[in-house]
């Protein structure tokens, strides 16, 4: 079964910057894709950005483009969302996934385990 343990949310002001972390572990994450996702108060889940095995090619929303850097450490299982030029709309609990291929990545409400997220607030 495959865990996901986000980290580094908090509260910052806009204009600020965070850099979040996700571990996964339950098997080996060197050939997957991994993506972050948020979900606002009232709103649904959204997709953030994905990055391939490699790390060599990335994808992001529109809202977040020229902004947040997505990166991944394959040795250490982990990936992560350097998030700048933080703004109110961007409040709301991140959660990451991973998935074996960019078709399962792209169909991601489908992706079975969630980690718990963890929370970002941004102030005015």
């Known amino acids: 079964q495959v865990q996901l343990v986000e980290s580094g949310g908090g509260l910052v002001q806009a204009g600020g910057s965070l850099r979040l972390s996700c571990v996964a572990s339950?098997?080996?994450?060197?050939?997957?894709?991994m993506g972050w996702f948020r979900q606002a108060p009232g709103k649904e889940r959204e997709f953030v950005a994905h990055i391939n095995w490699s790390g060599e090619s990335t994808y992001y929303s529109n809202s977040v483009k020229g902004r947040f850097t997505i990166s991944k450490d394959n040795a250490k299982n982990t990936v992560y969302l350097q998030m700048n030029s933080l703004k109110p709309d961007d409040t709301a609990v991140y959660y990451c996934n991973t998935a074996l291929s960019i078709q399962a990545m792209r169909n991601w409400r489908a992706l079975r385990f969630w980690g718990q997220g963890t929370q970002v607030t941004v102030s005015s």
């Open positions: 339950g098997r080996t994450f060197r050939n997957s894709f």
